[in-house]
């Protein structure tokens, strides 16, 4: 079933996050596809988007390689539209637009095309009233794959790891980010800067932190991803964590970023779902999510 502009409790525009950071191995594909499940285990009709070649968002929902699936190269070229590439996914309110190593390609291909920049956005124009969040997976580059993402955008998420060299590279992140305000796309913000894979049991850790918070301030968020066993393992079960192990250190904390951004944007959603209704219409495989939000409630 896709879902419709009506009959949703959240029916309003959705809001298209970008996850991105062309620093490789940072945990933007671990963000994207853990706080998309933990928005539709919210009970809010999200998308998650694939932009990499390497697919590890599609793998990691549990997709197998397959060249023949329509994919967002389909999108970028022009030869599919995003209705054709929806998947649905183990969570009720979860669809996936997959990838292929094919992507790659785009980049070479759309190199002379018009309007090259603005391919992804359009595609996913008559989406944007279907679903409230819209994540898209970002490759380790700042290449075009990653310029569509930017500018289909409302907002960039980035992830970072809290070590020593973390701000490293992140000034031509957001020197992009200002080329791209200042022509193809004024309206995109910076949604927060998310620490991944972070322990904040160490001195190193908590001096990373208090440096980021004196370069983003309140885009910081306050949540933080530690670094846990569980998120490296539920992609290769083709899981979201939140399904592979709902109750993980892991999965509550981006249980806990979701809300955390949902109660950010009132306009985007109107009454955030309290932690009681999270989830219990979803999936079965998700029970158990509503006692762990709740144990968060608790702690937190
Ligand atoms: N919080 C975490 N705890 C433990 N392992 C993690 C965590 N976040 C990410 N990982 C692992 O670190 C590796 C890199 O993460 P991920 O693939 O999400 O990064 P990425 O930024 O998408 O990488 P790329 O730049 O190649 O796209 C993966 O093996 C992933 O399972
Ligand atoms: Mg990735």
Known sequence: ?????????????????AVANQKGG?????????????????????????????????????????PDRVSSYHLLMGAASAEEALLTTELEQLWLIPAHKNLIGANIELVDADGREFRMRDALAPLRDRFQFVVLDCPPALDLL????????DAV??????????????????DTIERIRAGLNPALGIEGVVLTMFDDRTNLAQQVMSEL??????KLCQTTVPRNIRLAEAPSHGKAALVYDPRSKGAESYIRLAKELIERQPSAVSSPPSAETIATESAEAVEEIPAAVDAMDKSA
């Open 26 to 66: 940072v945990g933007k594909t671990t963000t994207a596809i853990n706080l998309a499940a933990s928005f539709a285990a919210a009970e809010v009709n999200t998308l998650l988007v694939d932009c990499d070649p390497q697919s590890n968002a599609t793998s990691g929902l549990g997709f197998a390689k397959d």
């Open 213 to 218: 918070k004196n370069f983003f301030g309140e």
């Open 157 to 174: 998420l980035i992830p970072m790891q809290g070590e020593y060299f973390a701000l490293e590279g992140v000034s031509e992140l957001l």
């Open 1 to 17: 079933m896709l879902p419709g502009s009506s009959g949703s409790p959240h029916n309003l525009m959705g809001r298209v996050i």
């Open 146 to 153: 990653t310029l569509n993402a930017l500018v289909a955008a």
